[in-house]
């Protein structure tokens, strides 16, 4: 089945500067992958999402890359704020498989003043 | 306004003891799921739905059991069977289960076998 790995853990950074958040999937059959952030105690909310017949995807501060080939993809937060602080997963998932999401085990951003 | 429902918010549980979580959408979607989050991991599946009357196991199925007898409405019910119980459990619903379809999830509930 599908493994998706998320680096780093837990990321800090000054409030306007940029964070970067990496994953790597096994699958190459999985064909989107979105973005989740969630916030303490609260449900995941999609911010943004990819499709693999694409390799970059923006929506104001947020930007996803997506390399299929290295079968790797980034989450990239420009002019940091601190509501982005948040707890972030990126996810995969196949066609076919039920759109079941196979998720990274998420990266803890801490946006400092 | 539209959404997913997530019951009780807060659950306690003695050792033992079989106990249901509520979960019911109002977006019309056909595909539901149930995910477990323990801390510091990512969202794990528990069981899915494709439509009415059909599941799926997911990838940690052992020990739980579920139904869907109407399309807004997917409990989950966590079994004595199930060796660790504690964990939080969010609910999630999609248009369909066909691929590239956003995944709303509920607020979900924290359940505690004490």
């Known amino acids: 089945g599908e493994n998706v790995e998320q680096h780093p853990s837990t990321l800090s950074v000054q409030e306007g500067d940029s964070a970067v958040i990496k994953c790597t999937y096994s699958d190459s059959a999985s064909n989107y992958f979105p973005w989740y952030k969630q916030e303490l105690g609260k449900g995941p909310q999609l911010i943004i999402d990819?499709?693999?017949?694409?390799g970059e995807k923006k929506d104001q501060r947020i930007a996803v890359t997506l390399n299929k080939t290295a079968k790797h993809f980034s989450l990239h937060i420009t002019e940091t704020q601190p509501e982005d602080s948040a707890v972030y997963f990126c996810a995969a998932s196949s066609p076919g498989g039920g759109n079941k999401l196979t998720f990274g085990t998420g990266t803890q951003l801490k946006v400092e003043l | 306004d539209g959404g997913i429902t997530q019951s009780p918010k807060y659950l306690f549980r003695k050792e033992g003891q079989n106990v249901t979580l509520s979960c019911e959408q109002n977006l019309n979607h056909d595909a539901m799921y149930w995910y477990r989050q323990d801390p510091g991991q990512g969202l794990r599946l528990i069981y899915y739905?494709?439509?009415?009357?059909?599941?799926q196991k997911g990838d940690i199925a052992e020990g739980y059991s579920v139904s869907r007898e109407k399309k807004e409405s997917f409990p989950l019910t966590v079994t004595s069977a199930q060796k660790n119980p504690t964990a939080f459990y969010l609910c999630?619903?999609?248009?369909?289960?066909?691929?590239?379809?956003?995944?709303?999830f509920g607020q979900g509930t924290r359940l505690t076998v004490v």
């Open positions: 990819i499709r693999s017949n694409v």
């Open positions: 999630a619903s999609s248009i369909d289960g066909l691929g590239y379809s956003e995944a709303f």
């Open positions: 739905s494709q439509i009415v009357n059909d599941f």
